[in-house]
């Protein structure tokens, strides 16, 4: 059998089938999919599809329908839905040529960038067929050979064009009965059914039809009662309404009219007592033939006073509603998202940190000042939404602020499809966002305060944990000494050391107790301080008398004064507790040297206190937890931990600073520094 004879077979065999289809179904789309079907087995192609223009974006296409043979990849797959018109196709298409390519590979390209798209689609021989509508081309049927080249005959290009006539031609019949057919239904059934009351009248003014609402304001139990009602007869118009009635396009008007007295029977110059008076609204409008010349009136009616109680209360309505919103921060929008046109609430611009002037930019525009891990998810959202699978979208995202890129505010979103119809060039999405701002705020002081709780109870724990131990050890010593004070027959020397031990450990206990009434105190802001005057050298000869008996042997404690008179305002017992506390400290860790205890102004208003000391030095990794509370560089040596983090509390109090220099074996210097107050006195004999 020859080709050209295959060709016949194959025109008679889908021309048939295709009318067939014509007489005996409605289902359009699976016609076509069995004729694209007869099409791909004839050519042993690897796929077949009919591409259409966007209607609203007529510089895009679409593709309608597309069949594949086992193993090939669809030609949509990697691109949108719809994408750009190449205009190698189209320039041939619109002038009403085929795009022929008997061989991609051999053949002589005058465009290498439709070579190229071939090439990404697998396509070796290729043929487009345009598709007419209404004198212009709406697209075009495409055949991609995929192993091998083919040269297209006349025939096959004859057949095809005719295939894609009919089928178009179907399809354009089968759209027309359908949207006939349910637009008279649906006409009927709004007629009959809406909420206005609706009136038909022939052109000398004779009523021919009436809704039920119609019925029902006029107060009209039957639509033969109504039947001798004539509109250019009627006392309740006037005659120069009337004649805009017959002259005029639309003519709005409204009469008063006594309910339960049937229409033609209407007086308005005799007032009825014993009826109800109503005010009615109508609006009339001319119907014309297909000659131009008036055919019937069309009257839309409705009971005024109802109206403006319902107007009135729908105002209201929406006034709460504008209001809720408002104060909820709930913005709405709805987003075509194949050209990004749409509409928006004030609200919603609003929440996105867009003025509402925005809107001529196109309102998908919010994209760009999304976070980009928010933006990916929006775009995950809109390519699937494009492929036509049914998602939602339900997350907190983040919005650029205006003029801080690295600052975002918090919207909590949700998306929906409410539209789908590509073919026509519309994949709606619906959008609520919720500003929620205040309740981030809310999340992390809520677990601000949830990690400062789990500090605070670590905190207890650990500070019962060590005062626990702290109070037993000195307890233990006075409680076991004591005991064996009694005994008379222990030699004096030995009680002399007992009485000794027992002694240190009462000052220990004190001091113990002393440490934690402070940070009580100073937790609570109840901790005193009195500003008075202040010899600075006296505190420093204090604090040194007050350790001379501490240190240990072959330890020598120095004043460092370097003014022979100085005085300050400020409180000297808080002072000197923190001085005690730094040379307590450098009592107990050093062995050997001196210990020095001093002050120098750094600036004119400002003097630091220091004490420096010859012992073990502190490591460079422990210094920056040395104020902290309960921090012990040697946990054999007695102490609560609590002394260094009060005299920072009091030092911050004072409005000072202090820290500590220190080298590991070759000693360390504690150091506060504090503003001089007014009053500050230094002389210099």
Request: some cysteine; glycine content about 6%; aromatic content about 8%.
């Amino acid at each position: 059998m020859t080709k050209n004879s295959d060709s016949r077979d194959i025109y008679q065999k889908t021309m048939s089938k295709a009318l067939e289809r014509i007489l005996h179904t409605d289902d359009i789309q699976e016609a076509l999919t069995d004729v694209l079907q007869d099409v791909l087995k004839h050519f042993k192609a690897g796929r077949v599809a009919v591409m259409s223009t966007v209607k609203r974006n007529p510089g895009f296409q679409y593709c309608v329908m597309e069949v594949l043979a086992e193993g090939v990849s669809s030609s949509m797959s990697g691109r949108e839905d719809s994408f750009p018109k190449h205009p190698w196709w189209y320039d041939k298409l619109e002038a009403g040529e085929c795009v022929i390519v008997n061989d991609a590979e051999t053949q002589k390209w005058d465009d290498p960038s439709a070579y190229e798209l071939l090439k990404s689609l697998g396509t070796r021989a290729h043929l487009g067929v345009p598709i007419s509508r209404y004198s212009h081309i709406s697209g075009f049927l495409a055949i991609d050979i995929i192993d091998r080249p083919y040269e297209w005959s006349k025939a096959d290009i004859m057949w095809l064009k005719d295939l894609t006539n009919l089928m178009m031609l179907w399809r354009r019949l089968q759209k027309s009965r359908n949207e006939a057919s349910m637009e008279r239904s649906k006409l009927e059934k709004v007629l009959m059914t809406m909420p206005i009351g609706l009136c038909l009248y022939d052109k000398d003014g004779n009523i021919s039809f009436a809704n039920d609402r119609a019925m029902a304001v006029f107060g009209v139990k039957s639509f033969k009662d109504a039947k001798r009602f004539n509109i250019f007869k009627s006392a309740l118009l006037s005659e120069d309404t009337k004649k805009r009635i017959r002259e005029e396009e639309m003519v709005d008007a409204s009469f008063e009219y006594n309910y339960g007295i049937l229409p033609f029977e209407q007086n308005v110059t005799k007032q009825e007592h014993d009826v109800m008076r109503i005010n009615i609204m109508a609006r009339y409008s001319k119907i014309y033939d297909p000659y131009g010349e008036v055919k019937a009136y069309l009257v839309a009616y409705m009971d005024k006073t109802r109206e403006q109680n319902n107007s009135q209360k729908i105002h209201e309505l929406d006034e709460i509603i504008s209001l809720t919103a408002d104060f909820a921060q709930l913005g709405y929008s709805r987003i075509n998202v194949i050209d990004n046109t749409g509409y928006a609430t004030k609200q919603w611009y609003k929440n996105n940190n867009m003025s509402f002037d925005d809107s001529s930019k196109g309102i998908a525009d919010f994209v760009d000042i999304l976070h980009p891990d928010d933006r990916l998810v929006s775009d995950d959202f809109r390519n699937a939404v494009r492929q036509g699978k049914n998602v939602r979208l339900n997350r907190r995202m983040r919005i650029r602020r205006p003029g801080k890129p690295d600052e975002w505010d918090y919207l909590q979103v949700y998306s929906v499809v409410t539209k789908y119809e590509p073919q026509y060039g519309v994949i709606e999405i619906s959008t609520i966002t919720q500003s929620v701002n205040h309740q981030v705020k809310l999340e992390h002081s809520l677990m601000k305060a949830k990690e400062e709780a789990e500090k605070a109870d670590k905190l207890k724990s650990a500070f019962l944990a060590n005062m626990s131990h702290e109070i037993r050890t000195p307890l233990n010593a006075i409680v076991g000494f004591s005991q064996m004070l009694c005994h008379n027959d222990l030699p004096t020397t030995e009680k002399n050391e007992m009485m000794k031990i027992v002694e240190e450990n009462n000052e220990l206990l004190l001091q113990l107790i002393s440490d934690i009434l402070d940070l009580s105190k100073l937790e609570a802001g109840t901790l005193e301080f009195v500003e008075k005057d202040v010899d600075v050298n006296s505190v420093c000869r204090a604090v040194a008398s007050s350790i001379e008996m501490k240190v240990k042997e072959g330890v020598k404690v120095i004043v460092d004064c370097p003014r022979q008179d100085c005085h300050i305002k400020s409180d000297p017992n808080r002072i000197k507790q923190v001085l005690i506390n730094f040379a307590s400290n450098a009592s107990k860790f050093t062995d050997k040297g001196h210990i020095i205890i001093g002050y120098h102004f750094t600036t004119p208003d400002r003097i630091r206190f220091f004490v420096e000391d010859t012992g073990i030095g502190i490591p460079e990794d422990k210094k920056a937890k040395i104020f902290e509370r309960f921090v012990k560089l040697n946990t054999f040596v007695q102490g609560t931990g609590l002394g260094l983090q009060i005299s920072k509390e009091i030092v911050t109090c004072l409005g000072g600073i202090i820290g500590v220099e220190s080298e590991p074996g070759e000693g360390s210097m504690f150091w506060f520094e504090i503003p001089v107050k007014n009053g500050v006195k230094v002389t210099v004999k």
